[in-house]
């Protein structure tokens, strides 16, 4: 387990689309294993493996210290309700935040580090977080849909 640095906005690789994890083997586990470890150390609620320079669909997400972290490889979507305007932050765009309207709440399908399908239901502040996670996995910043961006 490793913490390993998260890139920064203005580097190409956050813009491009993250391939489906075909297979879950060793190097997928060590992945969500450091991506885990990066997101603590960056004091980070979610990490999507684009932000570390691995260009796979798998993110992490934990919105507080008590409760598991919730990990999926090849998350999607089914369901979204509601609107929800609030103010987001990205560990790779550092002190800038800004307003985001975004579903919410979030029904997210994905694998688990053993293969299992996990349906997450989140709302608030987890509906958020995956849908930003996710959201880096097709190269999109939450920079391109924010509504006002607010000083630091």
Known sequence: MAVRKVLKDNDPLLRKRSKEVKDIN??????????????????????????IGVLKRVIVVKISDEGEPIELINPKIIKSK??????????????????VTRAKEV????????????????????????????????????TDKVEKILES
């Open 26 to 51: 060793e190097e997928i586990i060590t992945l969500l294993d450091d991506m885990l470890d990066t997101m603590e150390d960056y004091n980070g609620i979610g990490l999507a493996a684009p932000q």
């Open 82 to 99: 509601g609107q929800d305007r609030d103010v987001e932050g990205c560990l790779s765009i550092p002190g800038v935040y800004g307003e």
């Open 107 to 142: 029904i997210v399908e994905g694998l688990d580090r053993e293969g299992k399908k996990r349906k997450i239901m989140g709302s608030g502040l987890l509906a958020r977080a995956l849908q930003h996670e996710i959201d880096h996995l097709n190269g999109v910043l939450f």
